[in-house]
């Protein structure tokens, strides 16, 4: 994210830590959402190696791409599958979002064979530059369907989350336009720290 390659790799340390301890507590039935965030310290830590790694050509770009990886090809189908699978009640609706965020990630998947990209810092932050079609209108696609699956799930924890999460994009969208992809990833892998006190909340009761 932004700042430097500290900020990235202690968040990353941080979240794996949280993660374990989450994984661990996590039954059976949870252990998808216990993942999310041990996955997203290894995004962090994508993004650590990148900074550190700036303008050093296939270094940088290993970085980018496994860092984009999950940004623009894992969570848009890790995340609706994940809930799809938790929410039995609302399968109906959130079977649509699997199939959006399996569609996202397609398209985001050809842009990343197909065209150029470029990695470069901008106002504190990584700027992922790639120049994918009707860019808004995906990125758009993508927020509907990271958060939409939490705001349409029966769970009234899970449409908190959405909300912060949905409230972050709005932020990142906002202040950091240039650099949202970057940005963006950060607020979520840090709110994604809370699946832990929601993991041993239900292990108490």
């Given at each position: 994210?932004?700042y430097?390659?500290g900020?990235?790799?202690?968040?990353?340390g941080?979240?794996?830590?949280?993660g374990?301890?989450?994984?661990?507590?996590a039954?059976?039935k949870?252990?998808?959402?216990?993942a999310i965030?041990i996955?997203?310290?290894?995004?962090?830590?994508?993004?650590?190696?990148?900074?550190?790694?700036?303008?050093v050509?296939k270094?940088?770009?290993?970085a980018a791409?496994?860092?984009l990886?999950?940004?623009?090809?894992?969570?848009?189908?890790?995340m609706?599958?994940?809930?799809f699978?938790?929410?039995?009640?609302?399968?109906?609706?959130?079977?649509?979002?699997v199939?959006?965020g399996?569609a996202?990630?397609l398209i985001?998947?050809?842009s990343?064979l197909?065209l150029?990209?470029?990695v470069?810092?901008?106002?504190?932050?990584?700027?992922?530059?790639?120049?994918?079609?009707?860019?808004?209108?995906?990125?758009?696609?993508?927020?509907?369907?990271?958060?939409?699956?939490?705001?349409?799930s029966s769970?009234?924890?899970f449409?908190?989350?959405?909300?912060?999460l949905?409230?972050?994009?709005?932020?990142?969208?906002?202040?950091?336009?240039y650099?949202?992809?970057?940005v963006w990833c950060?607020?979520?892998?840090?709110l994604s720290?809370?699946v832990y006190?929601?993991?041993?909340?239900l292990k108490m009761?």
């Amino acid at each position: 994210m932004c700042y430097s390659a500290g900020a990235s790799l202690v968040a990353s340390g941080g979240l794996a830590t949280i993660g374990i301890a989450t994984y661990r507590a996590a039954d059976k039935k949870h252990k998808m959402l216990a993942a999310i965030p041990i996955i997203f310290a290894v995004q962090q830590a994508f993004e650590g190696f990148q900074w550190i790694s700036l303008g050093v050509g296939k270094p940088s770009m290993i970085a980018a791409y496994s860092f984009l990886f999950f940004a623009f090809l894992f969570w848009p189908v890790y995340m609706p599958y994940t809930i799809f699978k938790l929410d039995p009640k609302r399968r109906k609706i959130l079977k649509w979002l699997v199939g959006f965020g399996i569609a996202v990630a397609l398209i985001f998947l050809l842009s990343l064979l197909y065209l150029p990209l470029s990695v470069y810092p901008r106002g504190g932050s990584i700027c992922y530059d790639i120049n994918v079609p009707f860019s808004q209108l995906l990125v758009a696609f993508y927020v509907f369907v990271t958060c939409g699956v939490l705001l349409f799930s029966s769970n009234k924890v899970f449409n908190w989350f959405g909300v912060l999460l949905l409230l972050s994009a709005v932020i990142s969208e906002i202040f950091f336009f240039y650099t949202f992809t970057s940005v963006w990833c950060f607020f979520a892998a840090m709110l994604s720290s809370l699946v832990y006190f929601y993991i041993r909340h239900l292990k108490m009761y």
